[in-house]
């Protein structure tokens, strides 16, 4: 099992590249476009995930009142906004401190309290969380084991954690690194297609740091749909997991 604090996950060049990004982070047409199109699908997992983990909340306006929530790799705060929406008091951690500096700028004009910081999450004294979201980050990691452990160790009892990543497949070597650069629907650099994790090889790291998967959906794009929620994992997929019992 790997150990917390005693090995660097972040990757400096992973880091620098998505610090370049931060000033055009919020643009919805600028280069970050694909996560704006993305994250109304992550934010319905993620509403689903917490109704079904937390079963009070169903139906309310702030289903995260009186909990904290952790946004590991937050980026400029795309997915911390929602959280503290839904009442949550919400830390975001991101390797790049243009980032977070991006983030608190933005969430300060839109009247939002939100603690960010910049980091290894194990080196940070930041305490544990109800909720943990880690979404297109485990893929850039230099250790997902470790990463994962410390992903683990921020993790509540009784608390809900949700992941997604590119799963590691033909299709998504053409779509998602080949076409998606070539046009620009993602900035060139973005990703290393043998970093992506299959399903599979995630399963069986989450079991070795002591992580269990509730649900698990792919995030599929059709003509019809869109960006959507699909049982087709070909490009990409999301997870809701819990500590195992």
């Not at 005693?6 to 000033?23: G, N, Q, V, Y």
């Not at 904290?68 to 009442?87: K, S």
Request: hydrophobic residues 45%; proline residues 4%; glycine residues 10%.
């Amino acid at each position: 099992m790997a150990t917390s604090g005693a090995t660097t996950t972040i990757r400096p060049e992973e880091a620098e590249h998505f610090a370049r990004l931060a000033r055009d982070w919020w643009d919805a047409k600028g280069p970050m476009a694909s996560l704006h199109e993305v994250n109304p699908v992550r934010l319905r997992f993620i509403r689903q995930a917490i109704d079904c983990h937390w079963t009070g909340a169903t139906g309310s306006a702030k289903p995260l009142a009186g909990k904290a929530a952790l946004d590991i790799g937050c980026g400029a705060g795309l997915v911390c906004e929602p959280l503290a929406r839904l009442g949550a008091d919400v830390t975001g951690v991101d390797a790049a401190a243009e980032n977070v500096a991006a983030a608190s700028a933005h969430a300060e004009g839109a009247g939002l309290d939100i603690r960010y910081m910049t980091g290894e999450i194990a080196r940070l004294d930041i305490g544990s969380f109800d909720l943990v979201t880690c979404l297109e980050v485990i893929e850039h990691v230099a250790d997902k084991r470790a990463f994962l452990f410390d992903v683990t160790e921020s993790l509540a009892p009784g608390g809900l954690l949700v992941l997604s990543t590119p799963n590691r497949t033909a299709a998504s070597r053409v779509l998602l690194v080949g076409a998606a650069e070539a046009v620009g629907y993602v900035p060139r650099g973005t990703h290393r297609w043998s970093d992506f994790v299959t399903p599979e090889e995630l399963g069986e790291l989450m079991g070795e740091v002591g992580l269990e998967a509730t649900e698990r959906r792919g995030i599929a794009w059709s003509a019809a749909q869109g960006l959507h929620l699909s049982d087709n994992e070909a490009l990409n997929y999301i997870l809701a997991a819990r500590r195992a019992a």
